[in-house]
């Protein structure tokens, strides 16, 4: 049973920054893994699948790295719409912790 | 294109039990690793259970043990979850998965 660590937990920014959260594996997972972005009162968003695709429409800034056990999610220039709370998950598996993105 | 349509959700009191259903279409239901994932109101995302291709091995978060029991139908391309003993902590929105792709979701309200 793979376990997902996610980190920050929280994450304070200000728009135009660049940020990076990380999500470790317990074992190795190859590339299986997906990116969510989840907003108050909307369904989930997957932004990034297979580790480092981007899905369709889902804005450039926004990109995926790793593989294995250690994956990143980078969004390269912070906008005002980008402030949620974006989870890393194991394919039809655990979910990391969630990292809530602040206005600083 | 993937589709993936629940249905059964519903407002139901504590103790009692729902039977979700989902409906599949376009891949080949048979050779995919199937999830429930469920999001409380105001909170996080949480994977509930998944199951094998055929069938054969199933696994659950600790929380829905015992109470909650994934199936699949190959032949009709659909995926189950029947929940039995609720709690108003199962209240949620859950959606049925395969990988990176879910359907729309389907509310459930445990409440006296």
């Known amino acids: 049973d793979i376990q997902m660590t996610q980190s920050p937990s929280t994450l304070s920014a200000s728009v135009g920054d660049r940020v990076t959260i990380t999500c470790r594996a317990s074992q190795s997972m190859s590339s299986w893994l997906a990116w969510y972005q989840v907003k108050p009162g909307k369904a989930p968003k997957v932004l990034i699948y297979k580790a480092s695709t981007l899905e369709s429409g889902v804005p450039s800034r926004f990109s995926g790295s790793g593989s294995g056990t250690e994956f990143t999610l980078t969004i390269s220039s912070l906008q005002p719409d980008d402030f949620a709370t974006y989870y890393c998950q194991h394919y039809n598996s655990h979910f990391g912790q969630g990292t809530k993105l602040e206005i600083k | 294109e993937v589709q993936l349509v629940e249905s059964g959700g519903g407002l139901v009191q504590p103790g009692g039990s729902l039977r979700l259903s989902c409906v599949t279409s376009?891949?080949?239901?048979?050779?995919?690793?199937m999830s429930w994932v469920r999001q409380a109101p105001g909170k996080g995302l949480e994977w509930v259970a998944n199951?094998?291709?055929?069938?054969?091995?199933?696994y659950y978060v600790d929380s829905v043990k015992g109470r909650f029991t994934i199936s699949r139908d190959n032949i009709r391309n659909s995926l189950h979850l029947q929940m039995n003993s609720l709690r108003v902590e199962d209240t949620a929105v859950y959606y049925c998965?395969?990988?990176?792709?879910w359907g729309q979701g389907t509310m459930v309200t445990v409440s006296p």
């Open positions: 998965a395969r990988e990176y792709k």
């Open positions: 199951i094998r291709e055929d069938g054969s091995e199933k």
């Open positions: 376009g891949f080949t239901f048979s050779s995919n690793w």
